[in-house]
């Protein structure tokens, strides 16, 4: 799969959901790559914006959508990767603010 093929399908789930993906396609495209190389090397797709420590088990909360994106959504309009926005972050109702790391420092990869 390539991130194009990839993209219109996150596209309606990210609808079913009632957010979206970023209204920047390239940027979103990128992130995309990521997803597809991450689940290359690891079998799944981990954040590409994370550092993954390559088992499912210890990162099943940073397997897209990650646990940590319905609340930074709510909180500040998008995801940490900017991937997954509300409709009004992505119309610029609401400020874009840097979204702050949730994942646990003990569960980070330095």
Known sequence: MTAEEL??????YAESQGIRLNKDREFVLDILRGLLTNERRY????CPCRLAW???????????????????????????????VSPDWNEGKIE?????????KDKRKM
Request: hydrophobic fraction near 15%; charged fraction near 35%.
């Open 96 to 104: 874009h603010r840097q979204v702050p790391e949730r994942r646990p």
């Open 43 to 46: 079998g799944y797709r981990s």
């Open 7 to 12: 993209y219109p399908i996150l596209s309606r």
């Open 54 to 84: 390559g088992t499912k088990d210890q990162d099943k909360d940073i397997v897209c959508p990650c646990v940590y994106r319905d609340p930074d959504i709510k909180e500040y309009g998008s995801c940490y990767c900017e991937l997954y």
